[in-house]
């Protein structure tokens, strides 16, 4: 199991709130910015020091926008968005005119949510592709009901107000999949086999495996031999059509199944370890703690 991810380097939400001076009424886990009241915003960070730690969306209301994202331009305009996703630096320039927003929601609390992200694995290459997508008139009006039930609740005295809010955000997710997933459909069917050919349907095949399979197979070769590759060359084609290796992808469910387990069940480290075929719970600890800078027992504490 592969490649060390730097978390030291990541950029904060809150980090970014104040570089760029944002009140919005939510904590730093949160954050709601308008624009153009906030023309040619951007988390100044270079790619050395860091990279944001969240998941954005921004819509386009009205008017035109531009937003840069890493060396990528996409043209924004009414009623079309664009899904910004962790450890991407990003800008936006808008006109006079423009009415549009971006909120953002830190990894940190997508982490508490009782969600499966895995199901975003394969919409979730296109849209790493393909960021922007449209948004019908009740698309918008129900993205900006959620923000706005989410700013109340946030403020309000209600006793039970922490689960209801990571209800509401659950609820949310499941809403932008949908959304996403459309956007998908919509581009294969207009795009056809650029969107089908042989290099992303073993893709799609390798992320079918990888869910079924990645608790008990941590390593290239048995997915290699399942799709009748040799290593080498699945780790050169999943590297070229996701922008991540083979072994970034095991990780990254490894550590994002672990996360939930640590966070929702009563299950013992040692007893995670092994129902993730580590060989030791002291092998995972370390394995853990070398993705994410904390051991698992520091992890499940900050809950």
């Known amino acids: ?12 939400l809150g980090e970014i709130k104040r570089i760029l001076k944002v009140e919005d009424g939510f904590d730093d886990n949160f954050m709601l910015l308008g624009f153009p009241e906030n ?24 008017g035109e926008a531009q937003i ?8 924004l305009k009414k009623n079309t968005a664009v899904l910004i996703l962790p450890k991407t630096i990003y800008k936006i320039e808008s006109q006079t005119g423009t009415n549009g927003i971006l909120f953002a929601v830190s990894t940190e609390f997508l982490e508490q949510l009782h969600y499966d992200f895995r199901t975003f694995l394969p919409v979730g290459l296109h849209m790493h592709k393909n960021p922007c997508f449209e948004m019908t008139e009740d698309d ?26 990571r209800g509401l955000f659950s609820s949310f997710f499941s809403f932008l999949h949908v959304m996403l997933a459309r956007q998908v ?15 992303s349907r073993l893709f799609e095949r390798f992320l079918e495996l990888l869910v079924e399979n990645f608790r008990s197979e941590h390593q290239i070769a048995f997915y290699a031999d399942k799709l009748c590759l040799t290593p080498k060359y699945l780790s050169a084609l999943i590297k070229q059509t996701s922008g991540k290796s083979v072994s970034m992808w095991i990780d990254d469910i490894l550590i994002m199944e ?15 370890a092994y129902s993730l075929h580590f060989p030791t719970a002291s092998f995972f600890g370390t394995y853990f703690k070398r993705h994410t800078g904390m051991t698992p027992g520091d992890f499940r504490n900050k809950k």
């Open 185 to 199: 459909d919509r581009s294969i069917e207009i795009y056809g086999e650029a969107y089908n050919n042989r290099n």
């Open 140 to 165: 918008v009006e129900i993205f900006i009901k959620y923000i706005d039930l989410a700013k109340r609740l946030f403020v309000s005295s209600e006793e039970h107000k922490t689960n209801v809010f």
């Open 39 to 62: 023309r040619e915003r951007f988390v100044p960070v270079s790619e050395s020091s860091g990279r944001a730690a969240a998941v954005g969306i921004a819509v386009c209301r009205d």
């Open 258 to 272: 672990a996360k939930t387990m640590l966070h929702f069940s009563d299950m013992s480290v040692q007893q995670i």
């Open 1 to 12: 199991m592969g490649e060390n991810v730097n978390e030291a380097c990541r950029v904060t």
């Open 68 to 75: 840069h994202i890493d060396t990528q331009t996409f043209r």
